[in-house]
């Protein structure tokens, strides 16, 4: 059972990044998806988060507008779109998947990824 983000990178200002969050051992399908982000010297903070079935998707205030969500059933894989990305964006993104929740707080995750870094820079 594991999640693998893999899409990170480099990239300038007001450009956009796909990251994937690929599952295994499990169905993403019935599971509410968490993207977390990490940058040095702070706190983890969750960036996008939605219910199981995405009945309901939080949004950073930052974020919101910038920063969408899809789904792959097939591929057993979410993404990240983010697009006009700034500096501030840069961070180590997470993926996680738990069964039930709203917002990216209150019940644990259930499975998380590693991380993919993203750095956004001229």
Do not use: H
């Amino acid at each position: 059972v594991q999640l693998v983000e893999s899409g990170g990178g480099l990239v300038q200002p007001g450009g956009s990044l796909r990251l994937s969050c690929a599952a295994s051992g499990f169905n993403l399908d019935y599971y509410g998806i968490g993207w977390f982000r990490q940058a040095p010297g702070k706190d983890r903070e969750g960036v996008l988060c939605t219910t199981v079935k995405d009945t309901n998707t939080y949004y950073l205030n930052s974020v919101e507008g910038r920063f969408t969500m899809s789904r792959d059933n097939a591929k057993n894989t979410v993404y990240l779109q983010m697009n006009d990305l700034k500096p501030e964006d840069t961070a180590i993104y997470y993926c996680a998947a738990r069964s039930s929740g709203t917002g990216c707080g209150g019940r644990p995750y259930d499975y998380w990824g590693k991380g993919t870094q993203v750095t956004v820079s001229s």
